[in-house]
């Protein structure tokens, strides 16, 4: 799940000035003129690169787990992401399945997406503003005022969604508008943190980087989402 999830890590860096017009609001004006800028940046890109940094932290373990790597983002739908440390993965996301392969396992595992999946990840790779998931989260803004930056959280109103996820958390730069941290609780207490840096908007990226050539003998298996009807 954190992967999929994961694909929220997008936004643009949107002009200054954007920050003005919602200073001075309040209450649900300054969310819906915060939530009005998102949705300008997200739709404005055309590629993303950023490095990550991943950090899960579960009763199941005992530390935390850190991963990093590099995220890439091509509108409308496509998104790859590379761990590089402590081991090497990579995850392909379209607008139909997501494919995770384990180069020192030799395996593959694709996931085709239903309807439900399709909706939600369309939002998470900045092909649909944010808005358009009023029917599936509630919105509350935090602003600690000054230069601090705004804080978004989603809580899942669909009881599909609230078996899994207990709330997301995005970290919105006041002037950019750009989210620089996101993270996501599961139903169980266990939390994602996504940070990003050296963010790159709308520039060439390599060809064929959304493509996935797997090499012989890689085994390739393919799996179900639950609730993915």
Same mark, same amino acid.
């Given at each position: 799940? #954190?992967?999929?999830?994961?694909?929220?890590?997008?936004?643009?860096?949107?002009?200054?000035?954007?920050?003005?017009?919602?200073?001075?609001?309040? #209450?649900?004006?300054?969310?819906?003129?915060?939530?009005?800028?998102?949705?300008?940046?997200?739709?404005?890109?055309?590629?993303?690169?950023?490095?990550?940094?991943?950090?899960?932290?579960?009763?199941?373990?005992?530390?935390?787990?850190?991963?990093?790597?590099?995220?890439?983002?091509?509108? *409308?739908?496509?998104?790859?992401?590379?761990?590089?440390?402590?081991?090497?993965?990579?995850?392909?996301?379209?607008?139909?399945?997501?494919?995770?392969?384990?180069?020192?396992?030799?395996?593959?595992?694709?996931?085709?997406?239903?309807?439900?999946?399709?909706?939600?990840?369309?939002?998470?790779?900045?092909?649909?503003?944010?808005?358009?998931?009023?029917?599936?989260?509630?919105?509350?803004?935090?602003? *600690?005022?000054?230069?601090?930056? /705004?804080?978004?959280?989603?809580? *899942?109103?669909?009881?599909?969604?609230?078996?899994?996820?207990?709330?997301?958390?995005?970290?919105?730069?006041?002037?950019? /508008?750009?989210?620089?941290?996101?993270?996501?609780?599961?139903?169980?207490?266990?939390?994602?943190?996504?940070?990003?840096?050296?963010?790159k908007i709308n520039q060439p990226l390599p060809p064929n980087l959304f493509s996935l050539d797997l090499p012989p003998g890689v085994r390739v298996?393919?799996?179900?989402?639950?609730?993915?009807?």
């Amino acid at each position: 799940m #954190g992967r999929a999830w994961a694909v929220l890590a997008v936004g643009l860096w949107a002009s200054a000035s954007a920050g003005s017009q919602v200073e001075g609001l309040s #209450g649900k004006a300054k969310l819906d003129a915060v939530l009005a800028e998102i949705s300008k940046a997200q739709l404005a890109i055309q590629t993303l690169s950023a490095n990550f940094q991943q950090t899960k932290v579960s009763r199941l373990l005992k530390e935390p787990s850190v991963l990093s790597g590099v995220f890439y983002y091509q509108a *409308p739908d496509q998104v790859r992401w590379e761990y590089r440390n402590p081991r090497e993965t990579v995850v392909l996301v379209t607008a139909q399945a997501m494919v995770t392969y384990r180069p020192a396992e030799r395996l593959a595992e694709k996931v085709e997406l239903g309807r439900s999946q399709r909706k939600l990840f369309s939002f998470l790779s900045a092909s649909e503003p944010i808005m358009n998931l009023s029917r599936h989260f509630s919105f509350t803004l935090r602003d *600690p005022g000054g230069e601090g930056n /705004f804080v978004l959280i989603l809580n *899942p109103v669909t009881h599909q969604l609230k078996k899994r996820l207990h709330h997301v958390e995005l970290v919105i730069d006041r002037k950019s /508008f750009l989210p620089v941290r996101f993270s996501y609780t599961e139903a169980d207490g266990d939390v994602t943190t996504y940070e990003f840096s050296q963010v790159k908007i709308n520039q060439p990226l390599p060809p064929n980087l959304f493509s996935l050539d797997l090499p012989p003998g890689v085994r390739v298996v393919e799996l179900k989402l639950r609730g993915s009807e």
